[in-house]
């Protein structure tokens, strides 16, 4: 099938749920498989996707899907809670991973900016983005559109396919980001 990549396809951002988690796993497992985007080697099973949803959920944090006209996943992120230690409490970490026939169709940019107005308005501070692969041009492209700033680089950090793999750190800051102190 050609998809026509100049009239983007209509599609809505939700709350993920239970049912959408058979999709999520089978994208997830495309990029464990074929790319540096994330440094895990073996696809999680269903059941620990679903795991790691109800984890991020628990946590009171952010998991959202991106839908089609017919249904289909179009692409996923949650965030997650920078490090587990107090002080990084206003710190969140996103994970997106965008279909890759859905790629340039506005659908990371939307999924992206519907987690950071989420976690802005959970009164986080600050979004860091850990990007694997100094050369996952897209991911970085679509952080940097939002407003991310590469702040760090961890040079053969992983080791994948045969080759090390770098980091990428990206952050921006949210709602009054680093001015002025919580409340």
């Not at 099938?1 to 997830?28: H, K, N, W």
């Not at 959920?57 to 959202?64: D, F, M, R, T």
């Not at 970085?140 to 750190?169: M, Q």
Request: glycine share 10%; charged share 15%.
């Amino acid at each position: 099938m050609i998809v026509d990549q100049s009239v983007p396809e209509s599609f809505v951002v939700r709350d993920c749920e239970e049912a959408d988690m058979g999709a999520v796993t089978a994208l997830y497992a495309h990029y464990v498989q074929t790319s540096l985007a994330t440094f895990e080697e073996i696809p999680p099973s269903h059941a620990m996707m679903a795991q790691r949803r109800a984890d991020v959920l628990q946590s009171g944090l952010p998991y959202l899907v991106a839908i089609g006209a017919g249904g289909t996943l179009l692409g996923y992120t949650y965030a997650a809670f920078y490090r587990i230690r107090s002080a990084y409490r206003y710190t969140a970490e996103d994970s997106i991973y965008v279909a890759p026939d859905s790629m340039r169709r506005d659908v990371g940019s939307a999924l992206l900016g519907t987690l950071i107005e989420r976690c802005t308005n959970q009164g986080f501070r600050q979004m860091v983005a850990i990007i694997g692969d100094s050369g996952n041009v897209a991911s970085i492209g679509l952080h940097e559109k939002l407003g991310f700033a590469r702040t760090g680089l961890l040079p053969a950090v992983g080791f994948k396919f045969g080759r090390w793999v770098d980091s990428v750190i990206m952050q921006r800051g949210i709602g009054p980001g680093g001015a002025t102190p919580p409340t």
